[in-house]
């Protein structure tokens, strides 16, 4: 059973409200017995002795969302799954933020956490985002496809 569907992609960094509120909207539908929460947040590495300051994502974004609806529509037919939410960001993003929410909520706990890691595999291999990762020396690197 598939859902309506929503903008995968935000401007800047996902908010702990936002998540918070998206958990909380969930709590009238009686059917679901497990949710399964992924959060990417991006990390302060260093790189040749220089800090990560913040990463920029960028994409395609028609192509990003037809591979994320594609996505969708195979857990949905994969996994025993009542909702599903993918959430990924767009621009700048600081260390110690969150770019990627995945949310998944089955009747059981071991579907929901099969589904949760298929889903983000699949966004890691598949969605056309791109990572310019900034230093706090002002340097930066671009970092391959999705590898979050």
């Not at 598939?2 to 998540?19: A, M, R």
Request: aromatic letters at 10%; a negative charge.
């Amino acid at each position: 059973m598939t859902k309506k569907k929503h903008s995968v992609l935000v401007n800047g960094p996902i908010t702990s409200d936002f998540i918070g509120n998206s958990i909380a909207k969930h709590s009238t539908k009686t059917n679901i017995g497990a949710h399964a929460i992924f959060l990417g947040q991006v990390r302060k590495d260093l790189k040749e002795n220089t800090a990560v300051a913040n990463i920029e994502y960028s994409a395609h974004n028609e192509m990003a969302e037809k591979i994320f609806e594609a996505i969708r529509e195979q857990a949905f037919e994969k996994f025993d799954m009542v909702c599903m939410h993918i959430y990924h960001s767009l621009g700048k993003v600081n260390v110690g933020e969150v770019s990627l929410f995945v949310f998944v909520s089955c009747k059981h706990r071991a579907e929901s956490f099969e589904a949760l890691e298929w889903i983000v595999e699949e966004i890691k291999h598949k969605v056309p985002i791109w990572k310019k990762e900034n230093y706090e020396n002002e340097n930066y690197s671009w970092i391959g496809v999705s590898e979050i």
